[in-house]
């Protein structure tokens, strides 16, 4: 890693940082120098990403949480600070969804939906920004959003109009805390493998208990993605380090796929005879 892409100093706070995304995002930021704050609502996924950033000699605290509560959130920020006396870099990374046509969901379901991709961002930014403001060094905000927050989403609705409203936040604030010094960006993934969508949505982070996808299953899934494979957690990682890092100095408002080429592919998949196509119906058993 080049010294730009360094953060030795910094602190992170990222929300939902026990698993999957999140938990690749906080590994890159502590093997970058960041001390990284993690909460997330499961405790020993908390733990145990607490634990791999102590072994890659970084510093880690602890914040088992639920975003959905946004006293619960402020006040981690608060702790944050309070144990660190700074605040850097603020990923809000928590979402969920539930697959479900929209005439068929309830109004508590819509409600769910909000408070965990969006409500939980502006709680955190709200609490995130003073801070930084404070400290007058300026700051970074990665807002992990989703290709379909530009897309049509069926079954998907509300999760990508909360997406949709990541997105269109990112940019609003990017111009609201540019006199600070403050760079707003976003990271927009598709297909990654993570515990949640992998059936380990509870406990710790288990692969050994993930199901097994088939070959068809598997190269269905692969021909979707121009890349050819899904992306790991990682990725999204090493993309999270260049947007919170001096190597994007003047990068502000911008939202990254992190997709491996469907966002770009518009509706094009591989077909089995190895050429595109927009008709084949490619599906991929869950």
Not at 11 to 35: Q, Y
Not at 128 to 140: E, H, L, S, V
Not at 242 to 270: E, H, K, N, Q
Request: one cysteine or more; glycine letters at 14%; aromatic letters at 4%.
């Amino acid at each position: 890693m080049t010294e730009r892409g360094r953060l030795d100093g910094q602190v992170a706070f990222i929300t939902g940082g026990g698993g999957g995304i999140g938990r690749g995002i906080a590994l890159r930021l502590a093997e970058a120098g960041a001390a990284v704050a993690v909460f997330d609502i499961i405790p020993e996924r908390c733990a145990e990403t607490a634990d791999r950033i102590g072994e890659l000699g970084g510093a880690a605290l602890v914040l088992p949480g639920d975003a959905m509560d946004t006293d619960a959130l402020r006040a981690a920020i608060a702790a944050t600070d309070a144990r660190f006396g700074r605040l850097d870099i603020l990923v809000n990374n928590a979402g969920g969804v539930s697959a479900k046509p929209f005439l068929e969901q309830s109004e508590r379901s819509w409600r769910r939906h909000i408070d965990i991709n969006l409500l939980s961002m502006l709680a955190a930014t709200h609490a995130a920004a003073p801070i930084m403001i404070r400290g007058g060094r300026g700051g970074a905000i990665l807002n992990v959003a989703s290709i379909e927050a530009e897309r049509a989403a069926p079954n998907f609705a509300i999760y990508g109009a909360c997406k949709a409203g990541m997105v269109s936040f990112t940019k609003s604030m990017a111009i609201e805390l540019s006199a600070h010094g403050i760079r707003v960006n976003c990271i927009s993934p598709d297909h990654t493998i993570t515990p949640g969508n992998q059936g380990n949505r509870a406990g710790p982070v288990d692969p050994a208990s993930w199901r097994a996808h088939s070959a068809e299953e598997v190269d269905a899934m692969n021909r979707l993605i121009p890349l050819g494979r899904e992306g790991v957690d990682a990725e999204c990682g090493d993309a999270a380090i260049f947007l919170c890092s001096s190597m994007a100095s003047y990068i502000t408002g911008v939202i990254l796929p992190v997709d491996g080429g469907t966002a770009a592919a518009g509706g094009w998949v591989r077909g089995r005879n190895g050429k595109w196509t927009l008709n084949e119906g490619l599906s991929f058993g869950g």
